[in-house]
């Protein structure tokens, strides 16, 4: 199918406009960003692989890779590695705690679309 390789195409452009992010120490990626860019990546290369799209999936595959590189290694924090993803969703669910129990007090006020990453 010639629309694997379409995709294929894209994906290879994604992963080559993520290389320079990786490779720059000093660059900060939110975790708000690049973790549902790396989860979409992953979604993505297992929908392509369950339709036999596997230069697709292959593809997405490497874009999720790019991403999970990007949570690990370039999002603003002490932190490094996997346990990222694990600072996102807590931080997440939190938020969507405090939105639903209580508004915060004034001198722990969130600005819209700020968060704890």
């Known amino acids: 199918m010639?629309?694997?390789?379409?995709?294929?195409?894209?994906?290879?452009?994604?992963i080559v406009f993520l290389a320079p992010t990786v490779r720059d120490v000093t660059a900060n990626i939110p975790l708000g960003s690049s973790v549902p860019s790396m989860t979409?990546?992953?979604?993505?290369?297992?929908?392509?692989?369950?339709?036999?799209?596997?230069?697709?999936?292959?593809?997405?595959?490497?874009?999720?890779?790019?991403?999970?590189?990007?949570?690990?290694?370039?999002?603003?924090?002490?932190?490094?590695?996997?346990?990222?993803?694990g600072r996102f969703v807590r931080s997440l669910a939190r938020q969507a705690h405090r939105?639903?129990?209580?508004?915060?007090?004034?001198d722990e006020y969130v600005a819209p679309g700020q968060s704890a990453d």
């Open 2 to 14: 010639w629309q694997d390789l379409v995709f294929l195409a894209g994906s290879v452009l994604s």
């Open 99 to 106: 939105s639903v129990t209580d508004t915060p007090a004034e």
């Open 40 to 85: 979409i990546g992953a979604v993505y290369a297992a929908t392509y692989a369950t339709m036999g799209m596997r230069f697709s999936a292959f593809g997405s595959l490497g874009v999720a890779t790019m991403w999970s590189l990007i949570v690990c290694y370039r999002s603003p924090g002490p932190h490094d590695g996997p346990a990222n993803v």
